[in-house]
Every structure is written in structure tokens, then in C-alpha cells.
């Protein structure tokens, strides 16, 4: 195959003359490449797709599914599962007609405030690189290309577009580059992104390190694409690597490009190879078909058993692809705390009939109906996903009251209450609680309008959040006007509002008679356009309306000229108790349940793309809810749905604690799996959870004069808090409890290890308790008597192993030669390379960071 795809690659570049060749290295549109049909050349698509394949359009009517968030899917480590979920992601993108998908995310968790969190992997690089190998494994078996991004020290937002991330040259080869040099080269991506940051004072669009080490050193044959918007120059970013400029169609390459190869500026050969990457990009994804006869296109032909689960995985609401979602949801779970062994409830999972009652001596109907109350401001508008471009239109999402109801059947009784807020304004109106003005039908009708006011397009939406990439329509419409008929369910002040950028006037007409609400501006937070559009302003006001009455809702919205994008929200409720009748009543719930879960967490607001975290507390109220409702009833699980740490200040009091992340559509269904012990919590921490954020080694976002300095060099995360003393973190890096317990028993290896050369250490565990279960075994290494730092610990290997109650089981664990080595820069008289100092080096393994029972010397050795 990859002799095809050259052949095809090169007598398509033959056809091509310089004009033609820089023409194919800027986007035609925001998603899509120029096409050259005179080589067969069809234009490709690149879409967002890092918790799910969103395609051109964010559109509620054309769905997606909405996987759990990446911190999640490395909370499962596991890469076999993992690489199913890339067959997924390479099932929507085929549906979707997408040919490259914009993931995975492989910047760390170097801070818990990076607004990203949520969307990158793990805090240590083997696992990110592990998980994100899988991912990429697992896209690229179907035909699409994988994207890793953001190439590179992306780990934060704040002033993303300028922020100079000043790192040292061990800390940039050892951890940030690492995951991407192992996507590179064992992993095989087919594309890379370039990040909006600089680094070491060179924005990473003109920056060095795309040539050496990405081409040069690791061999990188596919395409450099920039971040949208992040070109900056023509010469210095031809020079230095970067390929594809998008968005299109206009950036700083085109006839610049080709006047600076006439002028000897750029050397013709380096368009050349530009140009042979993204031929060789779309021959792979079958965007450059074989012209040959017999030749049907040279995309890379999936295994049988691949080609079938991706072709079972394009309905995002299909069985198959909720089933796989509901499997890795419940997969990356992790299970905090457990006291006194309350989860699973293994006597609500198997509920007692009245027969069976009758069975026992017991008249029916004497045993009361039991009753779980399912409470917190996430229990009633969960979060399956993060905010910015990981964002996609799920076909549904199941909430937690919702799974639980599904799963019990009639024989217990699910009640759910707010308590508290995650946020004071009002939700988007959906097609359940607005009808089209015209029609009649659910949802909201949108009139696109003109300069002179003549209709553009007119449509009818199921949802009141909107969001315009690249729509065609955009290019002649200076107005969206979106009304809406919403019924009274209740009298009272029900609330308005809109979330948006720019000028916005809202209206509401009741009998005749037009209130305005607001006509006016609406500015981006801090100024900033971009995460204006990811994190956008809101504004509410109430007016009261009687039970019945009909009012029309209209928001009309200019568009800032010139932009392809449009991204605002039509905002509704209906009247609600006062804040402290809501919070009592929710207690009141509680005390009277026979089992409570409270669900809280952050939003796609305070997780986002476009901003940095201000903090780590839970919304104001929420650590108040769990402590009283702890108190009220002992059968409480607190289930925390955020996707990166958030302080847990009364965990102590609480039985128990299920992180469930942002956990895509199948949340509900996935959490009562766990509940009832249909399936394990098999999730381990990617990160370290802090109690407080003051405690953190890392924490600061905000660039000082333009720069953010990763002082910590290599002792990020786990091997931060490691090597400190004082207090120590909420829950260590690799913890996670199931439901059963485990006997580290032995641990044998190699006592010589050469350096350079892999080695295998056998673990053997086994399954102490009373039911089945999954345990990750993890290995570490450290050198106390180094003659280079080091940090106190680094993760070297780790493997998943399942096992029966009271099984015993040795598992394989391998250690790769590169964990052995560290970078030296260049010096006088030595070049820079990899490293394995000789001498002994302390293995220790056990279930996470902070429990490492069996240990072990190995002993590397240098030729010469």
C-alpha cells in the first residue's frame, strides 16, 4: 500500500506546477482543503474531534456522538478499549464525510487551572503517549487521518495567541515532546498541528523544533497543519515546517509564497515537499484516488473486524455506538472512596418483586416502594462535555435520574432535585419547551437576513443554542433572527436571556403588547473575540407571565462583518423556588431517601477552550449541598462531573466518591452501571487531585510580561509533589478502588538491563476479595544516587489485569529502553542526544504513586 500511495503521490506532483503546488498548501474554506482536479485531487475535510467528530456544520439536526472527555478516556488505561473508541471516531468522521480529525489533545496536565484540562490526556507522558497511541491506532485503522495536537507547551489559555512558553530543553524533549514523538514514530500519525504559543520566544507556526525533531529526527512524512488562525508570516513559516495554513481561503502564503520561492527566499524543493505531504495525506484518506484503470482509490483498506465496527458506529444513536460509549464511560470512572463498602448497591440491583415478597411470607404491597433521590444542580443538567472545539451536538444525553430510572424498572422510585445552581442564568430553549411561530412545530424558527433586510434562508432549529462555522450564508447575511412560542407552565417571572458576542436585541410579545428586554452590545469577557465565541457573555431579565399564556420570544443578532463564524444562545425558564426553599426542600429529599446521589461539578463554561480556570471550588453552594445531605442520609454518594480537579473539602464525610468526568451522552446510563455494580469503576487518576489549590507544585496560567515559565522542569505533576514535603494531595496520581481489593504478591525481573534494549518484570497479584474485578498494575522507577537530576519517581510501565475472586495473576509489564534514559543538551565536545546512565536504578510497582508495595534493583549497563 504505501508504494501505491507514492506512486500515485508522485505522478500527481509532476502535474502540478509551483503556482498549482502553493495554491494546495492554504485552506479553500474553514474546513476544507483546495482541490485539483487536474490531478484527482478532491478537496479534504478536517473537522474538531477531540471528544467526538463534529463535521462543517454544529447542528443539533445532524448529531454526533459525544464521547467522554479525554481525561476520562485516560482514566480507563486501557488501550484496547481505547483503540475501539478511535474506530468510532473514524466511523462519524466517515459519516460525516470527514477525511482528518483534529485529535488527539497530547498537551499535559501541567496545571489543574489550564482551561483545556479536560481535553488532554493525563499529567505524564508515557501515559498520555500510551493513550493517545491507542486513539490515533484506532482513527487511522478506518481511513481517517488523526491529528496531534497542539504542537507544542500548549498547556494553557491565557494569552494563547502571544504567550511565550519558556521551557528548558531537557523538560521540552523528556516530557512535552515525548507523547508526540511516540504518536510519531510507533503510533504513525498522519498529521500534526501547530500550536498558537511560542516557544523559547518563536511562535510554533515559524518555530525550529517542526523540523528538528518532528522531520528530521522522527521522520515525520505526513503534514504539519497550523492552528486556525495562527499563521503569521509567509518566509519564516515556509522555512520552518509548517504545510498547511487553515483556515482558508486567504492567508499569508498564496502569491507571496510563490513570489518568495521566485526570489530565491524559499527554495522550490521546500514547497516540493509540502506539497508531497498533503498528496500523500489525501491518497491515505482516499482524497487521491489511483488513476489507474482498475485503480478504486488508495486509502488504507480497514480489517474486516475494523471496517464492520466502523461501518456499526456512524449512527451516533445506533446500539452499537451507545453501547461502546456506555462501556468507556463507566471505564474511566474512578472510584475515590469507598467507606464501609456502600457502592455497589447490590441490593437496589436486583429489586424485589411483589411476587417475590409474596414468596417470602409477605403481603403485597406491605414493603415500601424504595426510593433514591438523585440531587445537585448536575443531576438536573448534567455535563457530558467540556466548552470550545471539543464541543459537538450529541443525539441525546442521558442524565443520571434518567439512567437510573432505566436500569430499576418500576420497582424503586427515582426523585431528583436541584438544591444549587451551577450557574444563575437560564438554559438554552429547547424543541421541549418552544414551538416554531409559523408552524407550530417544536423547536425555533431563524430568518437569515441580508444588508436590505431580504431573506437569506429561513430554517427551523431544535435548540437554542447556535452555533455558524463557514455556513455559505454567513458571507451575505448581516442578521439572525430567531423566535420562539414558549407556553407558561407555571405563573410567575420567568426568565430571558442570550449568550453571545456583539449587538443583540431580545424582545418578548404577550397578547399583543412587545416588551424589549435588551437592545444593545454585548462584549467578549477580557476583550477577547475568540473566547468570546467559546465563553460567551450572558444576559437574563424575568417577566411574569400567567400559566397558559403564549409569549413570543425574538432575538435578533448583527453579525461583526467579515466573520465566518456566528456562535449565540436563546435563553429560557420557567419560575423557580427561592435559592434557600430549593436548597431545603433537596435536604428534605434526601433524609427521606433510602439511598442519595448528589451530583456536582463545574460547566462547559468553566472548562473551556479560550480560558483559563479562575480557581478549583465547586461552585458557590455545592460543597454546602453534599455536606448537608451527607448528614441527613449515610447512603450518600457524591458524584463529582467535572473533567479536570476540582477541591473536594467535605470528601471526608461522604461514604462515598465517584468521579465521573464529563462523561459524553451516555452518562446516565454508564453512572447507574456503576451504582449498581453492572460494571466496575475502572478508572485510575491521569492526574494528581490536590485538596486545595495552594497546596499544587504547579499552578499558575497567567504569563508574566508575556511568558509563562515552566520552572518546574521535569518534575511535573506526581513527580512534583513527590520530591516536596508538605501537604500531601487529595488523591494520588494512579488511585482508583474498584470493587474489590488486591494483594501485591511478587515482582520478578531482569537484575541486568543493556541500555537502549527493552525489559519484562512479572507482577504477580492477586484478587482478594468476594467478586471480580480489574486492577492496574503500575511501575516506577527512580535513581537516588544519580549523577543527573532526576524526579523522585517517573511512571515506567503499566498494565490492566482482570481476575475472578480469589484468582491469582501474573501480568506482564513492559519497560521500554527509553525510560532508562534522559536528554542531555549539547555541550562542548558532546552532542545532544539520549542518555542511559549506567548503574542501579530502584524499581518500584504497586496500584498508583503512592502505593508501590513490591520493589526491585535493575541494573543498566553501557557497552564500552
Known sequence: MTDTVEKVVVEALAGLDLAARVRLLTGATFWRTRPAPEVGLEAMVLSDGPAGVRGERADEREPSASLPCPSALAATWDEALLRRVGHLVAAQARAKGVHVVLGPTVNLHRSPLGGRHFECLAEDPLLTARAGGALVRGIQDGGVAATVKHYVANESETDRFTVDARVDERALREVYLAPFESLVTEAGAWAVMAAYNSVAGVTMTENPLLRDPLKDLWGFDGVVVSDWFATRSAVPAALSGLDLVMPGP????????????????????????????????????????????????????????????????????????????????????????????????????????????????????????????????????????????????????????????????????????????????????????????????????????????????????????????????????????????????????????????????????????????????????????????????????GLRLTEGQDALVTLRHDLLAGMPVASFGLLAEEPSSPPDVEFESAVALAAAADAVVVVVGTSDRAESEGVDRAGLALPEGQDELVRRVAAVNPRTVAVVNAGAPVALPWRGEVAAVLLSWFPGQEFGAALADVLLGRAEPGGRLPTTWPDRAEDCPVLSVTPVDGALDYAEGIHVGYRGWARRTGPAPAYPFGHGLGYTTWSYEALDGPAVVRAGESAQVDVTVRNTGARPGRTVVQAYLSRPESGVERPALWLAGFAAVDAAAGQTVTVPVRLTGRVFEHWRPAAPGADAGWLAEPGAFELRVGPSSASLPLGTTLLVTVDG
Do not use: Y
Not at 419547551?433 to 429561513?458: H, I, K, M, Y
Open 250 to 541: 486567504f492567508g499569508p502564503w498564496g502569491p507571496a509564497l510563490v513570489a518568495a520561492v521566485e526570489s530565491g527566499e524559499v527554495a522550490a524543493e521546500i514547497v516540493e515537499d509540502k506539497a508531497r505531504r498533503l498528496l500523500r495525506l489525501a491518497a491515505r484518506v482516499g482524497a487521491l484516488p489511483d488513476p489507474a484503470p482498475d485503480g478504486s482509490g488508495v486509502a488504507t483498506p480497514a480489517p474486516p473486524a475494523v471496517e464492520r465496527a466502523v461501518n456499526e458506529g456512524a449512527d451516533p444513536a445506533g446500539p452499537p455506538a451507545r453501547a461502546l460509549l456506555r462501556e468507556a464511560a463507566a471505564a474511566g470512572m474512578v472510584l475515590l472512596r469507598n467507606e464501609g463498602g456502600l457502592l455497589p448497591w447490590d441490593d437496589l440491583a436486583s429489586p424485589v418483586s411483589e411476587r417475590s415478597r409474596a414468596g417470602a411470607g409477605v403481603t403485597a404491597g406491605a414493603a415500601r416502594r424504595r426510593r433514591i433521590a438523585v440531587i445537585g444542580p448536575n443531576a438536573t443538567l448534567p455535563r457530558g462535555q467540556g466548552g470550545g472545539s471539543a464541543t459537538v451536538f450529541p443525539p441525546h444525553l442521558v442524565g443520571p435520574a434518567a439512567g437510573l430510572r432505566a436500569a430499576l424498572g418500576d420497582d424503586v422510585e427515582v426523585v431528583t432535585a436541584t438544591g444549587v445552581r451551577a450557574e444563575p442564568w437560564p438554559a438554552p430553549l429547547t424543541s421541549d419547551n418552544a414551538r416554531d411561530p409559523v408552524s407550530g412545530e417544536p423547536g425555533l424558527r431563524l430568518r437569515f437576513l441580508g444588508t436590505r433586510g431580504q431573506e437569506l434562508r429561513v430554517e427551523r432549529r431544535l435548540a437554542g443554542r447556535l452555533l455558524f462555522m463557514d455556513d455559505p450564508v454567513l458571507a451575505d447575511c448581516a442578521r439572525i433572527e430567531v423566535t420562539a412560542l414558549v407556553r407558561a407552565q407555571a405563573t410567575g417571572r420567568h426568565s430571558f436571556g442570550m449568550a453571545g458576542t456583539g449587538r443583540f436585541a431580545l424582545t418578548v410579545t404577550v397578547d399583543g403588547a412587545e416588551t424589549v428586554l435588551f437592545d444593545g452590545m454585548m462584549e467578549p469577557p477580557g476583550g477577547d473575540l475568540v473566547a468570546g465565541f467559546m465563553r460567551p457573555s450572558v444576559w437574563w431579565d
